[in-house]
């Protein structure tokens, strides 16, 4: 059974730092591309970044609003995907999931989700 | 980057009705559009890609139809399970976007 567990969301000032982890089960992460998403309390979906599967270099891609900032990268070792997040701003504040991408009809889409884990930046 | 733009952002129907959801893109994006929904507290689950196909496990009342720039989403016959959050999600290009949402409501 395919399962997501994110963890490391807290409470962080302005102008920090947090780690969010992404636990993977039930898969081979490095066969995955994989997605972090992001929703504002009581808000829309924005997705946050990506990072392609071991055949495509875990190249990585990301949301101008976080470029620069947020940093993906994975532990195939140990299954994991990991969301560095520096310098942090209010705007922030979110629940993040990870989200893996089942390649089919010719294109990438979120076919399992995690269960989310919420990050409040404030002072 | 290429808008979403989803209608309406919520309708109330009864248990039974057609319900029709709009996602319309500012720029063409071939058949690269799916469908997510998403129950309170929730994370989002994956109905439909390719702009029309269904994803395994999904009830065949929902479809979806569309290409280019105009895409629907459509419950052929509302169930109490269905009433949720529904989002569109073009995966066409970079940055991925997500339409604004459409909340169905029991009426």
């Known amino acids: 059974e395919v399962q997501l567990v994110e963890s490391g969301g807290g409470l962080v000032q302005p102008g920090g730092s947090l780690r969010l982890s992404c636990a993977a089960s039930?898969?081979?992460?490095?066969?995955?591309?994989m997605d972090w998403v992001r929703q504002t309390p009581g808000k829309g979906l924005e997705w946050v970044g990506r990072?392609?599967?071991?055949?495509?270099?875990?190249?990585?891609e990301y949301a101008a609003s976080v470029k620069g900032r947020f940093t993906i990268s994975r532990d195939d070792s140990k299954n994991s995907l990991s969301l560095q997040m520096n310098s942090l701003k209010t705007e922030d504040t979110a629940v993040y999931y990870c989200a893996r991408d089942l390649f089919v009809g010719g294109s990438y889409y979120f076919d399992y989700w995690g269960q989310g884990t919420l990050v409040t930046v404030s002072s | 980057d290429i808008q979403m733009t989803q209608s309406p952002s919520s309708l109330s129907a009864s248990v039974g009705d057609r319900v029709t959801i709009t996602c319309r893109a500012s720029?063409?994006?071939?058949?690269?559009l799916g469908w997510y929904q998403q129950k309170p507290g929730k994370a989002p689950k994956h109905l439909i890609y390719a702009a029309s196909s269904l994803q395994s496990g999904v009830p065949s009342r929902f479809s979806g139809s569309g290409s280019g720039t105009e895409f629907t989403l459509t419950i052929s016959s509302l169930q109490p399970e269905d009433f949720a959050t529904y989002y569109c999600?073009?995966?066409?290009?970079?940055?991925?976007?997500f339409g604004g949402g459409t909340k169905v409501e029991i009426k």
């Open positions: 720029q063409g994006i071939r058949n690269d």
């Open positions: 990072t392609r599967d071991k055949v495509n270099s875990y190249t990585t």
């Open positions: 999600l073009q995966h066409n290009s970079y940055p991925l976007t």
């Open positions: 039930g898969f081979t992460l490095s066969d995955h591309y």
